[in-house]
């Protein structure tokens, strides 16, 4: 069972940026591919970045690409995300996930374990 624990999420003005943290507890971190996904007030749980297992690759949606970055530690078992030039729409509550392998797919159901979420609050 893989845990993951998110943090540095908070509220910020329009423009400003944070860094999002995601780490697990499991040392073959290095097995899964991770991505982060968001959920705003009534709307479901959509897909922001993935990078796989090696960072060789990185996938972003459209609303966050030039914004969002997704970087990733192997040997502190830590996932990144750098949000910058946020808009009220980014506000979330954003997820971590990972899924064995280095296929990183869109859909919630097709990741094997999730973090807590952290929330992400950006005024305007």
């Known amino acids: 069972q893989v845990q993951l624990v998110e943090s540095g999420g908070g509220l910020v003005q329009t423009g400003g940026s944070l860094r999002l943290s995601c780490t697990a507890s499991e040392r073959t971190f290095v097995n899964y591919a991770m991505a982060w996904f968001r959920q705003a007030p009534g709307r479901g749980r959509e897909f922001v970045t993935g990078?796989?297992?090696?960072?060789?690759?990185?996938y972003y949606a459209d609303s966050v690409k030039g914004r969002f970055t997704i970087s990733r530690d192997n040997a502190k078992n830590t996932v990144y995300l750098q949000l910058n030039g946020l808009k009220p729409e980014d506000t979330a509550v954003y997820y971590c996930?990972?899924?064995?392998?280095?296929?990183?797919?869109?859909?919630?159901?097709?990741?094997?374990?999730w973090g807590q979420g952290t929330q992400v609050t950006v005024s305007s």
């Open positions: 996930a990972a899924r064995r392998g280095d296929y990183i797919p869109t859909t919630p159901p097709t990741y094997d374990y």
């Open positions: 990078i796989t297992r090696s960072s060789g690759i990185t």
